[in-house]
């Protein structure tokens, strides 16, 4: 009820505040025997991390992750999995000036009406570091996933006017980590680094968008009415900080298409049924086709910047507040592997919601070949 | 876990097919002793329903709302109020020729791999129909909100490429009404009408955008950290069919904007803290502000055309489909309730949430002169 | 959050009154492909329904179940299936004069502090006539269960002080329908059927104990730490109108009993691993064990009784009341397939809740010849 | 979905395995402002750390709680309350020889089933071990508990064949915690020590009964019809590990009462509205009647024992077992802090849910003078 879960089978609980004692996550339903790979883990909380390069936040934390429970010789048990991050560069101080004053465009004001009190320090749970436990239980599903032949990658294509034109077809995913930026079109990349320098150096922010395609999902996934696929998805990643709009496929383009233009033609090839287009962003009828999913998400300049400004206090009387704490110029590069977690934690989920839709649970991809010998085998699974 | 619910408190669950007996909804958790208005009830329903103008599909369909329980003496009860309407004009055998094909952009392939089987009469459970217990469900929850001083109000402000110039606060949305593309700037509307006719001439179908505003929200509604109100809100919206897109507040075009132009400065007018812009739209960290909630919601041109298409059938053949079933050339006016029951139900949802969440419940929205006398009284409530 | 629905994935919302319009059920997460037997499902509301028998109330209902969704060609579709009973017997003005009194032991009292407004015609949402909506949803999970291997049975095993004295291993469940108290051992049958006339004939009501087996339930059910299968069940049977008690395998008769004696000792039986006593009552740690399940439910006599009983009104003023409106003398015969459809339900929702368990689903009973071709099968299904 | 989540608004997730790094819980839900007193969660968890007497297992840990998020200078924030324990005295190396044995009565096989895999050291997530979170999150509950004027007791009402005779009614609450067997009946409580002690030197256990009882409930708590107050509750501690049974009020003795005996009679005094008995004990209709509610609760002998026991192996092997581990001769003691925690839940879960209800929520209590001054003091809360 009070919204710190997320997920039905695949669950995943977060807790901690950016200055509390620790941050950390509990996933309930991560299958038993599944690998738990800490080494990956570790790896995807370093492109979430502070202080990660030069176009980030320079707070230092190592962020290394601790698993408490439900592993046992390196394999999920099947009981929860809870893994941690001790707070180590907390400057509380820092915030102190700002225990009675309400940030612009934060949520001070509105945690303090909604509970009556709140811990002002760095945001508190408000604060993006919250973020880290989503990546951690998000490497758990990619590793699910990864076994399942699903791969989920995000990346940075827009950052103020800064655009790529190419399609996510035309780009490497491999080259996502190549700079600092998280934009595999490494020209405009450069330009967009130099973009965020230039922001901060003016003790600024700036927005963009983050593009996300998932490749190798199985048809079938998304529980219409409500849970569809994309109606998930958009909730996903719109509960991440910062982020202010989510479109798939056609998105918010499709508007000015007519049907005839816009319905993706099905055919057949390699004994698969497949669609010529994909406006439909791989979701159809909220339910996976077999097709790319892909989507865009738009993030805001984040709140916090240097230059003064005008605000109220708690008794609502005129203030100026100035940005003393660290943060990022742009959310955008570290904001990459949480959406990643995000739509990974949607499609662990489903993956096994889909498991109990039928009479009798099967392996749902099945070339022809396969489904020849599986009749045959039958007998022995009656 | 099947996804036929949505929300925690004020909760609905819907059922029902295209051309089976009947579409329904139970709600659970609606407060005992709301006011159930059975003809503002019936009043959402013919503004969802089929044949209700020349410019959205001919189905004949009353959309006579039976409530089945949950009700006395004109008072809800605190017991689950079902709600449903018996199909009509159903003519099914319009589908025959569909039985085993896949219309192109339809959900037929999806539901036919994920569950084995499927109704393809209209669609089944993926027709829009769906949507009539949505709006029934909503037209409660609009009722719950209106005694919270709560208005919730959708428009359609772009077909194609036909868009109302004004923002919302130059619109009169008295005026949502006044036409049958349900846009509240008359002059462009009878364009969008135009366009709409003309498309449908054409045997074509075309999208749009609709936009919700949402005022007299009181601050603190909203749980971070998953169900942030703008994520539960893009999840609801979402979840409706031909839903393509979501953003709230400056959305999209944030994403070109510095922090330093994009926050939202405080300030204190008649006692109240407001901001001066809202690009948060209503919504800090999740959570409601006190001022207007605005999104926008982007629709695709529905997939059921006229002229006839390629596609393939169950055994992966080629095939071609023409659209005989009666359809919407224009989905948006018609979504314009949904959007609205869609949204109410989610602030329903949540205001009632938001009574859980302090040590006492207290009415949230007092001015200085009610504090004052409250604490006087206090001594009543221990 | 408002308790009318029941189960996580095989999940059922009941909604309806005792005099209202109709009562009945959507069951979401039944899973597709699964056989609707229309004349099944009837067969067990006629095991439920008033007027069955001369021990039974006199109410006259025919509770003919109409499916109004998620049905196709005799198949569950995977869309929720709503079954519902328009109520036709329903003397409303039995009630007039208990409007405002309160009943002894009746929900009347607390319906009415709770709500603020209570329906007070035959107890309203408090009656038990509710339940027939859990029999037409539980009819639908024993159909599963059926295919799966499960059978449920439940019968009368004491009425006041009587009691049969065999375990329900030396017991025929063929013979539960063979009389109208559904006690299999029919000698005890039949004195329980006189008590039951002698308790009607001084207008009184009487208790007693309903026994509960299930047999072929595969290893692996349930799921700690809260979930566990015995408390899932406790919950599901408690729920039931008049229910006091639940105690499963040794109960509260193993209190007395050292851990040498209680202790069930594991040996293999045609390949297979089984205990040797059952006080385990078939749930180790939460989990089935493969033994049967067997479980013991405590019912109250009912409250409504005809000699007249004090009590208070509204105001707290005290009042007479007499009981007017017809009702069972002895609830235990028609609580039979209220138990039953209880028990399918938590057993069908867990049997799809452990689909989601492992890394691979895999049919849970194999036996060794069945693993070895399982082994070298298993290159299908990567 | 997995089951280590309970509540509905009073949320509680537990995660930790007996031997593995921590055992910890998260309560989601817990009101913001709510007063944490760290040193009666200590003292909580103290009633329940083994090596607290010489009747319980001498396994020897502090169990010092560390609270890492949610809580800011003494006060709940509203956000996720995350506590852990540290595991100290883990000997796991006395399991090893049990790592491929199935202990009689344990969990071991079940869990081996279901999961495919386990940890096998002192049973892994099985072990009561976990209840030691459900204790600290229960120590919350009843916090919020007390501030509502509701208190939560529980107490050893019989160990073996010696039951203490008096009703709860006539037993001192006070002096539950006079001695390590926890019956304040002191008296008996000497003979039940002397059996504990009996029984471990013969290196068997004993099981037992809890009575529990909870008072000053406010009238309106419990949600029907799947959710009512005695379903929760009988759920709530039937999972707690060696639960084999829940009885509420009358209980299995009221089966063979009649009607006309068992009905508890209204009455009015002091202006509220009571029973004359409490055969309902304290619930009708699933919902609290403002009078005392109590239960009892039956305890197996724990499985673990000295003497050597035949069993099998994963092969299916016979194989001889003998219990190394350290363990309760007599489950009870400890088990008495833990059925007041899940008690605590569920009430403060429902306490929550309740303000829900209906349209304005408002303190449930009022006497006769206060409503008078409320309908006064109304103008200021619309």
Redesign the interface.
């Known amino acids: 009820?009070?919204?710190?879960?997320?997920g039905?089978?695949f669950?995943v609980?977060?807790?901690?505040?950016s200055h509390?004692?620790?941050?950390?996550v509990?996933v309930?339903?991560c299958?038993?025997?599944?690998d738990i790979d800490a080494a990956f883990i570790q790896q995807e909380m370093a492109r979430r991390r502070p202080g990660q390069s030069n176009i980030v936040t320079q707070r230092q934390e190592e962020d290394a992750i601790?698993?408490?429970?439900?592993v046992?010789?390196g394999?999920a048990?099947?009981?929860?999995?809870?893994m941690?991050v001790y707070n180590e560069d907390a400057r509380s101080k820092d915030y102190s000036h700002i225990a009675d004053k309400?940030r612009?465009?934060?949520?001070d004001?509105?945690?303090q009406?909604?509970?009556?009190?709140?811990?002002y320090r760095g945001g508190?749970?408000?604060s993006a570091r919250?973020t880290l436990a989503r990546v951690a239980a998000g490497a758990l599903a990619k590793i699910?996933l990864k076994?399942n032949g699903i791969s989920v990658h995000a990346y940075v294509s827009?950052v103020?006017?800064l655009a790529t034109e190419k399609p996510y077809q035309l780009l490497d995913m491999q080259l996502i980590e190549a700079t600092a930026v998280r934009c595999p079109d490494l020209e405009v990349a450069e330009q967009m680094i130099e973009l965020i320098k230039a922001?901060r150096k003016?003790g600024?922010?700036?927005?963009?968008?983050i593009q996300g395609v998932v490749q190798g999902c199985p048809?079938?996934l998304?529980?219409?009415?409500?849970?569809?696929l994309?109606?998930?998805l958009?909730?996903?990643v719109?509960?991440i900080n910062a982020c202010?709009?989510?479109?798939?496929?056609?998105?918010?383009a499709?508007?000015?298409?007519?049907?005839?233009?816009?319905?993706?033609?099905?055919?057949?090839e390699d004994?698969k049924?497949k669609?010529k287009t994909n406006?439909?962003?791989g979701i159809?009828?909220?339910?996976?086709?077999g097709m790319d999913i892909h989507f865009r998400v738009?993030?805001?300049?984040?709140?916090?910047?240097v230059?003064a400004?005008?605000?109220?206090n708690e008794a609502?009387?005129?203030v100026e507040i100035t940005g003393k704490g660290r943060h990022d110029p742009c959310v955008l590069p570290r904001a990459v592997p949480i959406v990643e977690a995000m739509t990974a934690l949607v499609l662990a989920d489903h993956l096994?919601?889909?498991?109990?839709?039928?009479?009798?649970?099967k392996?749902?991809y099945?070339n022809l070949f396969?489904r020849c010998?599986?009749r045959r085998?039958k007998p022995?699974?009656r």
Chains 1, 2, 3, 4 share one sequence.
């Open positions: 009820m009070a919204g710190n879960s997320f039905q089978i669950k609980s977060t807790f901690g505040e509390g004692k620790a941050v950390g509990v309930d339903g299958p038993a025997g599944l601790e698993i408490l429970s439900g046992f010789e394999k048990t099947g009981s929860p999995i809870a941690m309400y612009p465009s934060h949520a004001f509105t945690y009406i909604k509970y009556g009190l709140r811990d508190g749970r408000s919250e699910f076994q827009q103020g006017h922001v003016d600024d922010t700036i927005g963009g968008i048809i079938g998304g529980e219409p009415a409500f849970d569809k994309h109606a998930d958009a909730k996903a719109m509960s202010k709009g989510f479109e798939f496929g056609s998105g918010f499709g508007v000015t298409m007519r049907g005839s233009q816009h319905n993706d033609i099905f055919y057949t004994g049924i669609t406006h439909s962003g159809q009828g909220g339910i996976s086709n738009a993030f805001k300049p984040v709140a916090t910047i230059p400004q005008f605000s109220v609502g009387e005129e096994l919601r889909q498991r109990a839709t039928k009479m009798e649970h392996k749902i099945l396969e010998l599986l085998a022995l699974y």
